[in-house]
């Protein structure tokens, strides 16, 4: 594999980590926001 | 608040876009290792990140331990959290460099990549306490586990100062070699990494205090059916 392959793959590797991070952020935001609303409704 | 967050976004955003601009086109091509030198960039400023991360987490868990200051305790692990991803970062990004310029992805029984990983281990230990435990005294477990964590912190960075490692050593501060225009870059790099983790930060401590207040909340409710 060319070094410039490696470089790719790294920069790659970083950003599917930080967006994986980013997703998981998402999810529990909306769980939460599922949540208040049943919370709410019950009220 | 929410426009705050919006303005950190946007500028973290530009920030990153301008950071990668900078280290793959701006900053020069290293005589000998060439562009793989580029991952430097990326790997050096997570790194960077990671441990005022840990750091910011030992002090808040040390101030929870003292005062039992709820802020403290959410912020040690949210910086714990934000911490683990950076680290995470270092740990895949460091093998991938590794491979064209050592020959081999990882080096067993280097102290500096063997401390790397147990520091992961252990903030991995403190987020999976806190997650499953049910025990009242989580958050006080956490904090002990947090701050003697964090002794490895300066294990990890002094490293490469004080053992022979197959690790580079230091190209930054006293005795280091590197080029006015790569500390440039570095130093841009780190700036933009440093508002993703703020942003981040910031984002998922306003996620656990409303999960604090819906278990609040149910808990009350049950409480008021339960006495019904």
Redesign the interface.
């Known amino acids: 594999?060319n070094?410039?392959h490696?470089?790719y793959?790294?920069?790659i590797?970083?950003w599917a980590?930080?967006g994986a991070?980013l997703v998981i952020?998402a999810r529990?935001?909306s769980r939460?926001r599922r949540?208040?609303e049943r919370?709410k409704n019950?009220k | 608040m929410k426009r705050g967050i919006t303005a950190l976004a946007v500028i973290t955003g530009l920030m990153l876009s301008f950071a990668l601009y900078e280290a793959l086109v701006v900053a020069p091509t290293e005589r000998t290792m060439g562009d793989v030198q580029r991952i430097f960039y990326y790997h050096v400023p997570s790194a960077w990140t990671a441990f005022l991360l840990f750091l910011i987490n030992f002090v808040c868990s040390v101030i929870f331990l003292i005062r039992r200051n709820t802020k403290a305790d959410i912020l040690a692990l949210v910086a714990a959290e934000v911490g683990v991803v950076f680290c995470t970062v270092v740990l895949v990004t460091g093998p991938i460099w590794a491979r064209p310029v050592w020959g081999i992805w990882w080096a067993p029984g280097d102290i500096r990549l063997t401390t790397t990983l147990v520091l992961w281990l252990i903030y991995v230990s403190y987020l999976v306490l806190r997650r499953f435990s049910t025990s009242g005294q989580t958050a006080v477990v956490a904090a002990v586990v947090a701050t003697f964590g964090a002794l490895d912190v300066p294990l990890v960075y002094f490293s490469i100062w004080f053992f022979r490692t197959q690790h580079p050593s230091p190209v930054i501060g006293d005795g280091g070699s590197l080029d006015p225009r790569m500390w440039v870059v570095l130093l841009i790099n780190w700036a933009a990494f440093l508002c993703l983790a703020g942003l981040a930060s910031w984002t998922r401590y306003l996620l656990e205090v409303a999960k604090r207040e819906v278990e609040e909340a149910e808990a009350l409710e049950s409480l008021y059916e339960g006495s019904r």
């Open positions: 594999m070094s410039i490696y470089l793959a790294a920069y590797a970083t980590i930080h991070y952020l529990r935001y939460i949540d208040m919370l019950r």
